[in-house]
């Protein structure tokens, strides 16, 4: 490794209290017409998924203050894994390694811009973080580290059977964070739209 970082990796954040292999990549900065500090910080986690565009837009409709708060959305992208290694045999998968995250990260960071030019800049103090890690722990970290007030987050509409086999974010943020989760859900007439 060498002793100066490139500006690209000047931009990422690796925080050594955070879980390993964690990064932390602010995306979207606050308009500069934002210079108060805001009585409120907002998380909101968002994907690509229905559940989370109509949580991020309950929050906007619902719960936000443009005027005194700090919206800080955060999406959480896989770890790539590499496969195992049998035997002797050795195949080098680097390169697919690094199209794989950098495609994983194109597609983080332009999610978070397109949430946040949802809503006009100068009106709403916006800010963007790109995660990368187990999406329960980043989040739950994120959320402490930023001294959010509150974390808004989709419900993936997951059935009981589901929820208990693959676990839940939501589920497993609401009993962890000190902080309240908030997790908005579609009432029946919504779902039909």
Not at 32 to 60: C, G, L, N
Not at 124 to 145: C, F, P, S, T, W
């Amino acid at each position: 490794m060498s002793a100066t970082a490139t500006p690209a990796a000047a931009a990422v954040t690796q925080d050594q209290n955070a879980t390993p292999n964690a990064i932390h990549e602010d995306v979207v900065h606050p308009h500069e017409d934002h210079t108060v500090t805001p009585t409120r910080v907002v998380a909101i986690a968002v994907d690509a998924s229905k559940f989370s565009e109509y949580a991020f837009d309950w929050a906007i409709q619902n719960l936000v203050r443009a005027e005194t708060d700090q919206i800080v959305l955060m999406n959480v992208r896989p770890t790539v894994s590499l496969p195992a290694v049998y035997g002797t045999l050795y195949v080098d998968f680097s390169k697919e390694f690094e199209a794989i995250e950098a495609a994983n990260k194109k597609e983080s960071h332009d999610l978070l811009r397109a949430y946040a030019n949802k809503l006009p800049s100068h009106k709403y103090n916006i800010r963007g973080v790109a995660l990368r890690g187990d999406a329960r722990d980043e989040l739950a970290y994120k959320v402490e580290d930023i001294k959010a007030d509150m974390l808004v987050i989709g419900s993936r509409g997951l059935s009981g059977f589901k929820r208990a086999f693959l676990g839940s974010v939501s589920e497993y943020l609401i009993h962890h964070l000190k902080v309240p989760v908030i997790v908005p859900r579609p009432s029946e007439a919504e779902k039909a739209i």
